[in-house]
């Protein structure tokens, strides 16, 4: 797996489940999974002699991140090596507007977009706006994650120009999205196998903030049963189409016209922590089965609610520390840590809590994540749950 | 962790979770947990210098054997790192008439238990057969596992007598136990802290086979609840008398005369592998959070019934192969391999199903269990569950 952060170091938990050894590209000794595996090469996975090196001897490559170059993933292809997802499924991840075309050809519904021309982009995002509302979501083309590369602006006008003028100085390729009015966002997470297997897991409601998801719901509680298979058969018509193998998540828009579809993900990704230990199988092992061509895993739920919340980093780094109070408060809670450095609002683990009170399991799995990251200052009263 | 087996593989499962940085000491580079952890010493972990200078820089040390010497423990403690489960706890588990004499003492019902001298040993095995009955158990006092170091014999005449004196003079110490009438063996696993909390899961049936432990149903099915709460008040009764710090399994007879302690193991047991699916918190979880004296997790069932088999090696070892199978066939049974090189009748992974119905849970454990061990050539025909 080339990329070394927390998605590959819970790939191992699977691969060691599977008896599969996981060879890990990290960008140095101490990222979240080379902490965790034994066969640990340092390097950049985007320069093409060190994936080209690291691939050599792999019986296939995966990716935890989309970001690895198309003509290098080429280059390993044409050494031997499959690369699963493949250069030109994985295209449609790195590339928001190549993703854009492709799925408005298929017919799937997606936001209103254009590309930002490079010459005289202020006055065309200030068209965009007048035609399609305000405010308007500029995207960068590439490179975006995690709510980074993405920004919303009124206009052309103030900020929004500022940004648009220093993007554009930078070089940075952007596009114009209509901003959706959407009630909440969804996610469908599917996996597909080389030989064509797809596997559909319950569709989740995905809880941002600050562009940064904090919370998944699985299932997405109230969606009528033909909107989360019409968010399954998107996902796995996508991942058909664009010949996806491994997993595919699909962020999507619930509106009022429908569902519209965000963006994509060609790896294990957060929308699908939840499955460790609320579905029979994880997200994790389904990406090393399709990867690997095995017959892939049931996708069935554990419980009647799983909620998975992202813990992020707080003021004070100690996060073990605050293991005593979060598991003598709830010994049923689950805490999943990666290794990293603890920085203010960086993803540095999540907890999961299951049950058939849909209240009470967000309630567990908020406290958790909110107490491992403020301690005692948690907004939420640590007591809070019995006053 | 001092062993590089799977029960120290199947750990680090549970430490990639926790956000625990597992060392473990393997006596190779290819011992099975050595293939799955970051941070590998290769040593000799009966040996006083090696686990020395692996303990070194620990925060605390456990075993996934019970083979360490009690001095050499003790020495590590003495250099300041503390060791879990510790040496006087330990002692119970090494020594088997150590563990009878004083269990007997807390008044645990035993098997009818005495040394054999090492004067006229012969005549000892005779008359403690007239007395008790035959055959007789005979057990090496130290060293034994998994069905080896125990022995059926009638009495000292022939093969009885053959296999006395050639113990004796190797100098194995020896203990003769009264062959129970046992209608089935069960065990009981219970959790300790250094804090001194204790934590009980669902008392399980164990099916043995030639010694080896073939299947574990969870719940022992059609254990009356007195039962089962007397199995874990004895084994939460031991580990506090004990002194016992992480996992204690005891190992139980079901006589009509009521629950008989056979074996203690202080450590992940594979009469517990069940709960990596079959409780809200897996055993190595659990073994991990007592040593860590952290508070312990829930060991709420996550079924009905789980039963778990051992996949056994076969003649063919390219275990691999048979995953196609065995996945297609039920896409919810879980598959745990261990890395280890196949060889006839070794323990080289197991297999977990779920569910409602124990008999087809039962069938759909051991069906898989089978077929990676045999591949077409199991006794169980691969498609007798449809026919």
Same mark, same amino acid.
């Given at each position: 797996m080339a990329g070394g952060g927390q998605l590959a170091r819970m790939t191992q938990q699977a691969a060691i489940g599977l008896g599969v050894s996981l060879r890990v590209l990290a960008a140095a000794p101490d990222d979240a999974a080379a902490k965790a595996v034994s066969d640990v090469r340092v390097g950049d996975d985007r320069a093409r002699d060190d994936l080209l090196a690291f691939a050599k001897g792999c019986d296939v490559v995966t990716f935890d991140h989309e970001h690895v170059p198309g003509p290098h993933i080429r280059e390993v292809e044409a050494a031997g090596v499959p690369c699963r997802p493949g250069p030109d499924a994985l295209a449609h991840a790195q590339d928001k507007?190549?993703?854009r075309d492709r799925l408005s050809a298929l017919g799937v519904p997606c936001p209103t977009y254009a590309r930002v021309p490079e010459s005289a982009p202020?006055?065309?995002?200030? $068209?965009?706006? *007048? $035609?399609? /509302?305000r405010p308007v979501v500029l995207k960068a083309v590439r490179g975006g994650y995690d709510g980074k590369g993405v920004w919303i602006v009124d206009g052309a006008d103030g900020a929004g120009g500022d940004l648009v003028r220093r993007l554009a100085g930078e070089g940075v390729a952007l596009m114009a999205e209509r901003h959706v009015p959407f009630r909440r966002e969804l996610a469908a997470l599917v996996a597909r196998s080389p030989y064509g297997q797809g596997a559909a897991y319950p569709v989740v409601e995905t809880v941002q903030e600050g562009g940064i998801c904090t919370e998944v719901i699985s299932p997405a509680p109230g969606l009528p049963d033909d909107a989360a298979a019409e968010a399954q058969r998107l996902a796995l018509t996508i991942a058909a189409e664009? /010949?996806?193998v491994g997993l595919l998540a699909v962020e999507l828009f619930e509106t009022d016209e429908g569902l519209l579809v965000n963006e994509l993900a060609m790896r294990p990704h957060? @929308? /699908?922590h939840w499955t460790i230990e609320g579905a029979r199988t994880s997200q994790f092992e389904q990406h090393l089965r399709s990867v690997l061509d095995l017959p892939l895993g049931s996708t069935e739920p554990t419980a009647r609610y799983t909620v998975m919340a992202n813990v992020l980093g707080g003021d004070d780094p100690?996060? %073990? @520390? *605050? %293991?005593?109070?979060v598991m003598a408060r709830d010994p049923a809670v689950k805490v999943h840590m990666y290794g990293k450095e603890s920085r203010p609002g960086r993803k540095i683990g999540h907890v999961t809590a299951l049950g058939d009170d849909l209240a009470d399991v967000r309630e567990r799995a908020r406290h958790a994540a909110d107490y491992l990251r403020w301690g005692r200052k948690a907004k939420h009263d640590p007591d809070g749950r019995r006053s």
């Open positions: 507007l190549v993703m202020l006055e065309f995002v200030e $068209e965009f706006a *007048r $035609e399609h /509302g664009l /010949g996806v957060n @929308s /699908g100690d996060v %073990y @520390s *605050r %293991y005593f109070h």
